[in-house]
Nanobody, 122 residues
Framework: QVHLVESGGGLVQAGGSLRLSCAASGRTFSNYAMGWFRQAPGKEREFVAGISRNGGLTDYAESVKDRFTISRDNAKNTVYLQMNSLKPEDTAAYYC???????????????WGQGTQVTVSS
């Protein structure tokens, strides 16, 4: 099990950018595939982006492809989500998640952070 803490959320105007960070502790970070999910009020939690243990593979939801970039720095035990060209529909609580296995788009992850709020105004 790993402890995950997200940061970097905030209020931004449409078209702006934010970078979210997820700091991990408690276990060997490089053993975990990592994902970002988001949940808007009244909506189900949905997959946003994922990255494999060594960073060699990435996956994105179609709604964020070409706008968001996931990356990781295993030396710093941190995963990032760079969000560009933000839209009001991106408004949600964003959660970092870890799993011991291959990347999946489902919410079948082992550990979750507390979330960080991203609000995009129009």
């Amino acid at each position: 099990q790993v402890h995950l803490v997200e940061s970097g959320g905030g209020l931004v105007q449409a078209g702006g950018s934010l970078r979210l960070s997820c700091a991990a502790s408690g276990r060997t970070f490089s053993n975990y595939a990592m994902g970002w999910f988001r949940q808007a009020p009244g909506k189900e939690r949905e997959f946003v982006a994922g990255i494999s243990r060594n960073g060699g593979l990435t996956d994105y939801a179609e709604s964020v492809k070409d706008r968001f970039t996931i990356s990781r720095d295993n030396a710093k035990n941190t995963v990032y989500l760079q969000m560009n060209s933000l839209k009001p529909e991106d408004t949600a609580a964003y959660y970092c998640a870890a799993r011991t296995g291959i990347l999946v788009r489902s919410t079948n992850y082992d550990d979750w952070g507390q979330g960080t709020q991203v609000t995009v105004s129009s």
